[in-house]
């Protein structure tokens, strides 16, 4: 079969074996592919990934830069044939999407980042029976392939805890940011900000929903807005809990009491933004530390591969809350594959460019302009060495 394959950085075109379904496997046709912002990293970050990932214990599932290995984990396939030990409960034919793992041996591998679990830049590979979920409501395979990075944004979102009436600012708008957009809108979030210095991805913010859309050259995402009050400097944080403190002493019962029932009913909790870090660069953690409010909540979704430095005592008296996140649950990955088919989150904008396998290496060349192309996908069937729109 047709795949294409990174070793050394480079991506060529090759033949390779027909893949064979082990004990619990599923081999499936591609459909769709989408490229991802970690296959453009991995191709020149394979090593630094490997020796990161040896610190959590998974540094032996992943390639090293030598090996020849085959990306693509944001797919859309049709069931093919069942290894042995399946329980078939999907009709050969049938069009799905899946988690990319793989069980090899006594390890989880991810398929399109392994060095034995083939992904889905090829026009068959192997999944795991357990991850399929067949795709609903006669939904294209286009848009089935926006499952995987759309589950990334909804884990990002629902880590962030957000409520409707919160405004969200969003810095970076590439597909993670444009993504985390959709699901915010989606979820009622009433005021979206969200920033980015290309014109481009601005506009595609905009397309997809974002309710405000800045260009860093010209201002900033933290600037005050009308009606926003967040607290904006220590004294008025102080002042915020010595006045408190001075009025609920003025009523008739324990003023301790009085406060305790208004933490309980969620009263009087002073207001803060969401901010989503959809860069991945160093620097911006520090950028939005300087520039946030206080009591701030930082949700971290850019990966940034190179070693950062931020000023811990200025979050400190910011009190600002830094969460990471990272990946999706099986429950994540399922609702958002509904959420898409039924028309409830608008994604579709996201999706700028589609190629053949022969035009892979030109894929990833073009996704470096941000004004061109934010999601790529692959069509291992079609013959086109250039993305051309969808």
Request: one cysteine or more; glycine letters at 10%.
């Amino acid at each position: 079969m047709k795949a294409v394959v990174c070793q050394n950085a480079e991506l060529s075109l090759v033949e390779l074996p027909e893949p064979v379904p082990g004990r619990g496997q599923v081999l499936v046709e591609v459909l769709r592919c989408g490229i991802c912002g970690s296959d453009l990293h991995m191709r020149h970050q394979c090593d630094p990934m490997k020796a990161l990932l040896e610190k959590v214990g998974f540094g032996k599932q992943l390639p090293s830069s030598n090996q020849p290995f085959v990306f693509g984990h944001e797919l859309c396939c049709e069931v093919l044939e069942y290894g042995p030990g399946c329980e078939q409960k999907l009709k050969p034919g049938t069009r799905v999407v899946a988690q990319p793992v793989l069980r090899i041996g006594g390890d989880i591998h991810l398929a399109g980042l392994s060095p034995i679990a083939t992904g889905g830049y090829a026009e068959r590979m192997l999944l795991q029976e357990s991850a399929l979920v067949p795709v609903p409501n006669g939904l294209s395979a286009d848009m089935a392939a926006l499952t995987e990075p759309m589950a990334v944004a909804w884990h990002a979102v629902r880590r962030s805890e957000i409520a409707r009436k919160d405004v969200a600012i969003v810095v970076g708008c590439g597909p993670v940011g444009l993504a985390v957009i959709c699901l915010l809108k989606a979820q009622g979030v009433g005021t979206v900000v969200a920033s980015d210095f290309s014109a481009g991805r601005r506009a595609l913010a905009q397309r997809c929903g974002a309710d405000i859309v800045i260009d860093p050259k010209q201002g900033s995402p933290f600037a005050e807005r009308p009606h926003e009050d967040f607290i904006r400097d220590l004294p008025a944080l102080l002042e915020l809990s010595v006045g408190t403190r001075e009025k609920l002493g003025k009523l008739p019962i324990p003023w301790h009491l009085a406060w305790r029932l208004a933490e309980k009913l969620g009263a009087g909790a002073p207001k803060r933004p969401v901010i989503f870090e959809c860069v991945g660069v160093p620097g911006i953690v520090q950028q939005i530390i300087d520039g946030a409010p206080l009591l701030s909540r930082v949700v971290v979704a850019g990966v940034c591969m190179q070693v950062d430095r931020y000023e811990p005592a200025l979050a400190i008296h910011k009190e600002i809350d830094l969460r990471f996140v990272f990946g999706h649950s099986p429950l994540e990955y399922r609702d958002t594959l509904h959420l898409i088919a039924e028309g409830k989150v608008n994604c579709a904008p996201m999706l700028t460019g589609i190629v053949g396998l022969d035009g892979v290496a030109n894929a990833f060349e073009a996704l470096k302009d941000p004004e061109l192309h934010a999601k790529i996908l692959i069509d291992p069937r079609r013959l086109a060495a250039q993305p051309v729109p969808v």
